[in-house]
């Protein structure tokens, strides 16, 4: 008989090598994957809560780890955690419990009910499993981020993460951002000449911190390629071809962040610098 905590150890090691082989490779910035690294400190953190016996410690793990893996809408996750340890683990039990008390009640009372119910929705749309209730919860998140928007209207965002057709109708994923909207926030996005990737050039400020930059968007994947403090109008960006950014700067400016190269799994881009 394994103790509590030795389980846990194979199942949090086993989620982040089934993370590490799968889940990598979406923005690597510069030869170095962030979240790779991430995951290979955490099997070690894992190792070592193992050792100590600490059964809290690796079911926060595991818990972070496959709420990362419902925000996906993995669906191979819970055949391979089978056939690497031998433990059944459903992920989307708690999902689909959440879903059924929501259409019970009618309605999404809070920020995280609205978070869960868009990775509810995202399970549903890609295994089609009861068309009738993802109607139905579909309809309940719309009701909820506009009243959700109504209530406070300063105090929360939204904005839409995809946009996809099926069966003749646009389907929209929305953010729920909550905090309170930036003093100044200006953005305008540009499409590579392929249509994959875009790039967002973005002012931003809350009045005591400000800084101008430009991030990419792959298919799965986004993140800041450069970054200056202040505002600063001048900075643009352009695709030179689908694979090559031109970001538009002063030399005198001290970058916070300024990448290279940046890539997704095969998706790789060049990002040029030059004064304007």
């Known amino acids: 008989m394994q103790s509590g905590s030795e389980k846990y150890k194979i199942l949090v090691l086993a989620t982040l090598d089934y993370l590490?082989?799968?889940?990598?490779?979406?923005?690597?910035?510069?030869?170095a994957d962030y979240l790779r690294q991430s995951f290979e400190l955490h099997k070690i953190q894992a190792e070592k809560y193992g050792k100590q016996g600490n059964l809290g410690k690796l079911q926060k793990q595991l818990d972070q780890f496959t709420r990362m893996l419902r925000s996906k809408a993995d669906l191979n996750f819970t055949q391979y955690i089978i056939e690497q340890t031998g433990y059944e683990l459903d992920i989307y039990a708690e999902l689909r419990k959440l879903g059924e008390d929501i259409l019970l009640r009618g309605e999404i009372q809070n920020d995280a009910e609205g978070q869960n119910v868009m990775n509810l929705l995202q399970l549903y749309g890609k295994t089609n499993e009861d068309p009738e209730k993802e109607e139905l919860l579909q309809g309940f998140f719309n009701d909820y981020v506009e009243r959700r928007t109504a209530e406070n209207p300063e105090g929360a965002q939204t904005r839409t993460v995809s946009s996809v057709t099926k069966d003749g109708l646009i389907v929209k994923t929305i953010e729920i951002i909550s905090g309170p909207k930036p003093k100044h926030h200006e953005h305008r996005m540009v499409s590579s000449p392929d249509f994959e990737k875009s790039l967002m050039i973005?002012?931003?400020?809350?009045?005591?911190?400000?800084?101008?930059?430009?991030?990419?968007?792959?298919?799965?994947?986004?993140?800041?390629?450069?970054?200056?403090?202040?505002?600063?109008?001048?900075?643009?960006?352009?695709?030179?071809?689908?694979?090559?950014?031109?970001?538009?700067?002063?030399?005198?400016y001290i970058a916070q962040v300024q990448h290279r190269r940046v890539q997704s799994f095969n998706d790789v881009v060049t990002i040029k610098y030059m004064d304007k």
């Open 20 to 31: 590490i082989n799968n889940h990598t490779g979406e923005l690597v910035l510069d030869g």
């Open 202 to 252: 973005y002012e931003w400020s809350d009045g005591r911190q400000a800084s101008t930059g430009v991030s990419i968007s792959f298919k799965t994947a986004s993140g800041g390629i450069y970054q200056v403090e202040g505002i600063h109008p001048e900075v643009d960006a352009f695709w030179a071809d689908s694979n090559t950014v031109v970001i538009q700067t002063a030399k005198d």
